[in-house]
């Protein structure tokens, strides 16, 4: 059973940065194209980024030029590195394959003031 660990949230001003890390247990990490995604209270979850086993990246639309994912094999894990943060990208984040396969992890807050 895959465990997911995300962190690096916290509270940030509008404009600002953060570096999301997501650990992954197991040894089939480096085989699966891994995802970040999020959900805003009263919202569904939506997705974010993805990154192949080759390191082709995918955004969504609403944080393409902002966001960044990236990959370490050799420590099984996934970021998601945030610039000019806007309030409406408060929500909880986590990680998974793309598409979901793993059971969820416990996500990181990420909250945005204005």
């Known amino acids: 059973q895959v465990q997911l660990v995300e962190s690096g949230g916290g509270l940030v001003q509008a404009g600002g940065s953060l570096r999301l890390s997501c650990a992954a247990s197991g040894s089939i990490f480096s085989r699966n194209t891994m995802g970040w995604y999020r959900q805003a209270p009263g919202k569904q979850r939506e997705f974010v980024a993805s990154?192949?086993?080759?390191?082709?990246?995918y955004y969504a639309d609403s944080v393409k030029g902002r966001f960044t994912i990236s990959r370490d094999n050799a420590k099984n894990t996934v970021y998601l590195q945030m610039n000019s943060v806007k309030p409406e990208d408060t929500a909880v984040y986590f990680c998974?394959?793309?598409?979901?396969?793993?059971?969820w992890g416990q996500g990181t807050q990420v909250t945005v003031s204005s």
């Open positions: 998974n394959t793309f598409p979901t396969r793993w059971a």
């Open positions: 990154i192949t086993s080759y390191n082709t990246p």
